[in-house]
C-alpha cells in the first residue's frame, strides 16, 4: 500500500464530510472551527515538561537553562500547548489485514484511510495531531497529515517488529484526546487497562472498532478450516451454520462490553464496517468529539 494513494483517497474522503455534516443541523460549522481548539488549559504558561529538539522547532523554543545542564538542546512545553492536541493510533497487527470479499478492504487498510481523514479534518481545522506513542510532536495544517502520513508508513516498513493490536500507554497531559482504531476483539480486560489508564489522567477517548462483514456475519455454511493471522493456528468447524448464533451472541457481548468500558469514562464507541462507507463512521466520530466539546467547556 503506497502512502501518496492512501493520503490522496484519505483527503478526498475528509473533502466528502462537511457536507453530510451540514445535513446533521449544522453540526459541521462547530467541528470545522476546531472544537477542541477553543478550550485552554491555565494560562499557557503551566509547566507540563521538558522534550528534546526536534527538527522544525523554533530557536526561541529551547530552554537554554535546560539545555545547559547535558550534551542535547530540550524544549519547554507548557500544558496549553500540550492539551489542544489529539493523538491518533491505529492498529496494523497481522489480524488486521483480513478482507473476506475481493473488492472490501482489508481492516488495515480502512483504519489507515480513517485515521488518516481525521488527521486532515482536525488539522484543517487548527487541531495539532500527532500518533500516539510515534515520537512526533503535535503539529497543525497540511504538515501535520504529512507527518501522520509518513509515521504511519514507516510503522507498515518496519519488519523487524510485529505491531502490537493494542495501543501503547504513554503520558499524555490531561484535557487531552486519543482517537483508537482497530477491531477491539482483544480481551476486554486487556482493552479496560488502555482505557482506565488515559481516563485516570483525564484524557478523553474515541474507539472506532473496524470489523470485516464476515466477522459481524459468519455467513460460511458447512465444513470449514478457520486460521488465525497471528499463530492462533487452524481451526475447523464442521457445521459452521451450527454456531452461528453462539459466535453472533459472542460478537454482541464483545461490543457490548466495549461499550460498558467506555461509559463511565465517558469515551465513546464508533462501529464500522468495510463494506459500508468510511464518512458514516467519520460523521459519527465528529459529532461525538463536538458533543464532548461542548459538555467539557460547560
Known amino acids: ?39 485552554r488549559v491555565g494560562q499557557g504558561d503551566a509547566f507540563w515538561q521538558y522534550r528534546p529538539y526536534r527538527d522544525g522547532d523554533s530557536a526561541s523554543q529551547i530552554d537554554w537553562r535546560q ?25 496494523a497487527s497481522p489480524s488486521m489485514q483480513y478482507a473476506s470479499l ?67 500507554m504513554v503520558p499524555l497531559p ?4 486519543v482517537v483508537l482504531v482497530s477491531d477491539w476483539l482483544d480481551p476486554l480486560e486487556k482493552i479496560e487497562e488502555i482505557i482506565r489508564y488515559y481516563a485516570s489522567v483525564g484524557v478523553r477517548g474515541h474507539l472506532v472498532q473496524i470489523l470485516d462483514p464476515a466477522e459481524e456475519e459468519l455467513p460460511f455454511d458447512g465444513h470449514v478450516k478457520f486460521e488465525g493471522l497471528e499463530s492462533e493456528g487452524q481451526h475447523t468447524v464442521r457445521r459452521v451454520e451450527a454456531v452461528r448464533a453462539a459466535y453472533g451472541a459472542r460478537l454482541a457481548a464483545q461490543k457490548e462490553g466495549l461499550q460498558r468500558l467506555t461509559r463511565p469514562a465517558n469515551w465513546t464507541v464508533h462501529l464500522h464496517r468495510t463494506d459500508r462507507s468510511p464518512q458514516t463512521v467519520l460523521l459519527s466520530l465528529y459529532l461525538a468529539m463536538a458533543n464532548l466539546g461542548r459538555l467539557n467547556a460547560a
Open 67 to 91: 539545555s545547559a545542564r547535558s550534551r542535547n538542546l530540550f524544549v519547554r512545553e507548557t500544558e496549553w500547548e500540550a492539551a489542544a492536541s489529539i493523538w491518533l493510533w491505529r492498529d
Open 102 to 168: 475481493k473488492n472490501t478492504d482489508t481492516k488495515a487498510l480502512r483504519a489507515e484511510l480513517i485515521t488518516l481523514a481525521v488527521a486532515s479534518l482536525l488539522a484543517d481545522a487548527g487541531e495539532r495531531v500527532a500518533i500516539l506513542g510515534g515520537g512526533m510532536r503535535p503539529a497543525s495544517g497540511r504538515v501535520a497529515v504529512r507527518r501522520v502520513a509518513e509515521t504511519l508508513l514507516d510503522e507498515s516498513r518496519d519488519s523487524s517488529r510485529t505491531p502490537a493490536s493494542l495501543p501503547p
Open 1 to 39: 500500500m503506497a502512502a501518496p494513494s492512501t493520503l490522496h483517497r484519505s483527503l478526498e474522503l475528509a473533502g466528502t464530510l462537511p457536507a453530510l455534516m451540514v445535513a446533521a443541523d449544522r453540526v459541521a460549522a462547530t467541528v470545522i472551527q476546531g472544537v477542541h481548539g477553543r478550550r
Open 174 to 177: 490531561a484535557h487531552g484526546t
